[in-house]
């Protein structure tokens, strides 16, 4: 008997409410005192392909000019340290993740969830967020619960894995799978161009995923990862006195777009194409980590100039949210069915360097 094939039926999301990008910018524009500095600054910002990104701090101006927020979280004295910034998680953090699963299901407590996976990289509550999650919206006190924790970028499918074998052991299980992420809690004060371009990018966001066995929505096929050598440090997420600190080297995306281009090249049955060509799939779902990224898969992989138009979409309307961002391209997958089912690849890039993947079928509208 053939293992069941888990499927995303449906995918719900949701931000805060306050629109951060243009504040951020300014700020950081009259914070560099180097002019060439400051130029380099606004040409990536235009080139950034971001127009928007959310979080729960409100933008203000304050009378001598100096952009704030209303709550004066990032004011003109110190910088909150991170006891201050977990707080505010295990404030915001929970709110978030419920608006994206009722989103997906107002009435989610009566959807028989048997399982429930929750990736966050940008905060740390115990009682953990599945916990919380399961009290608020009153789910069965008995589902199995699993947190993939502080994993970044990539997180997301991780997720989306555990959730596939739950249902190929299980095919009657209903998995929630939730990923939240509050990055505009970990902005810091830096004179440092590449820290202030790498915090350019972030952005705040939930979703929510139903995965089970009907035959509906998006379905799974086989996950793989892999980690390319020599970039341990590319990207890396530790933790300070004030807040996460992030590097993402300069040097990513050209390592991204060099593997992509050898597994093209390769063609390996082992490799993340599966011994495929890219014209074989006919979307594709890529972590919207930056244009530079997006571009880098692009170029790698030898793909048309609309092929990550549903990628460049979310980065444009929300920035880089982290684990939240794939599901984000994905919910936009489900919203334009086809009348035929689709193949695709979905790949995800993070602290490694590593990129983790899966096949998949978009089903047509109606199934």
């Known amino acids: 008997m053939n293992p ?10 949701a931000n805060p409410p306050h629109k951060v990008h243009a504040a951020f910018v300014e700020f950081v524009t009259n914070t560099i005192h180097d002019a060439r500095e ?8 235009e080139r950034s392909g971001i127009g ?9 101006t304050l009378p001598d000019g100096t952009i704030s927020d209303s709550d004066g979280f990032y004011g003109t004295g110190e910088w909150p ?3 201050a910034r977990m707080l505010r998680y295990r404030r915001d953090a929970p709110e ?15 959807a028989g969830i048997t399982h429930l996976v929750v990736a966050s990289c940008t905060g740390f509550v115990a009682p953990g967020l599945d916990q919380l999650i399961v009290r608020r919206l009153g789910l069965d006190p008995g589902v199995e619960r699993t947190l993939v924790g502080f994993m970044g970028c990539y997180a997301a499918v991780n997720s989306l894995r555990l959730a596939h074998h739950v249902v190929r052991s299980t095919p009657s299980a209903r998995v929630l799978v939730v990923t939240v992420e509050l990055c505009s809690l970990h902005f810091q ?51 300070g006195d004030q807040g996460f600190d992030m590097h993402l080297g300069g040097e990513v995306p050209a390592r991204i777009g060099e593997t992509l281009q050898r597994e093209k090249s390769d063609n390996a049955p082992d490799g993340l194409l599966r011994g495929q060509a890219p014209q074989d799939f006919d979307l594709f779902a890529v972590h919207a980590g930056g244009r530079s990224i997006l571009d880098a898969v692009e170029n790698g992989l030898g793909l048309s100039s609309d092929a990550l138009d549903h990628s460049r979409a979310v980065l444009s309307e929300f920035g880089n949210m982290s684990s939240a961002t ?12 086809g009348a035929a089912p689709q193949k695709g690849l979905a790949m995800a890039f993070g602290p ?3 990129a983790e993947s899966f096949r998949f079928t978009l089903l047509p509208a109606g199934d």
């Open 4 to 13: 069941a094939t888990a499927h995303i039926n449906r995918i719900g999301t």
């Open 38 to 45: 400051r130029r380099l600054f606004t040409r990536m910002v």
């Open 52 to 60: 928007q990104r959310f979080s729960y701090l409100k933008p203000v």
């Open 81 to 83: 340290t991170t006891a």
């Open 96 to 110: 978030l993740a419920i608006a994206a699963i009722q989103a997906l299901d107002p009435d989610i407590a009566r």
């Open 189 to 239: 004060r830096s004179d440092n161009l590449q820290k202030l371009l790498s915090m350019l990018l972030f952005g705040d966001g939930a979703a929510a995923a139903l995965v089970t066995g009907e035959t509906q929505g998006i379905a799974l096929a086989d996950f793989r990862a892999a980690t390319i050598g020599g970039t341990a440090d590319a990207i890396t997420w530790d933790i």
């Open 326 to 337: 794939l599901m984000f391209v994905l919910a936009r997958l489900l919203a334009n069915k």
């Open 352 to 354: 490694g360097l590593a």
